[in-house]
């Protein structure tokens, strides 16, 4: 799908605040409010754009620790590096999962109520899992940019 002028303020209108109405949109945009509604349908169709969410502040859910952790795959009969992303995403605390190049093979993105709760992640869950060989978990102190 090829994006115009229009196209991409609209999507750069939501990506700052998807809450956002065609009617305010229309305003901010001075595009009229059935042009912005016909367009956002179009890019939904397209799978431009694939959903609409919310950002919450983990902090306040209970959760102000992130890490990440990079996952050594073991090869073996019984798990492919695919099959254990997909079973390493379905973990309470785990919120993204990448299947990456280099000296790792699998980067994961995860929260947590403390330290020491994603360590019993890593230790009890993670590192018992067929496939999984070595990890090195990275804690983050703070976040200066982090887009959806």
Do not use: Y
Not at 6 to 13: F, G, H, T, V
Not at 139 to 148: D, I
Request: net charge negative; hydrophobic share 45%.
């Amino acid at each position: 799908m090829k994006l115009d002028e229009k196209d991409l303020a609209i999507l750069s209108q939501l990506m700052q605040d998807s809450s956002k109405t065609s009617v305010k949109l229309s305003e901010l945009l001075g595009v009229p409010r059935a042009t912005i509604q016909e367009r956002i349908r179009r890019m939904e169709k397209e799978g431009v754009i694939k959903r609409f969410t919310v950002i919450p502040d983990h902090a306040q859910l209970g959760q102000p620790v992130k890490a990440f952790i990079l996952v050594s795959f073991l090869p073996n009969p019984e798990v492919s590096q695919r099959e254990l992303a997909a079973a390493i995403a379905l973990l309470d605390g785990v919120q993204e999962v990448d299947l990456i190049s280099g000296e790792w093979d699998i980067l994961l993105k995860v929260r947590g109520a403390s330290m020491e709760q994603i360590g019993d992640l890593v230790i009890d869950r993670l590192r018992a899992m067929k496939g999984v060989g070595k990890t090195e978990t990275c804690a983050s102190f703070a976040t200066v940019k982090e887009e959806v």
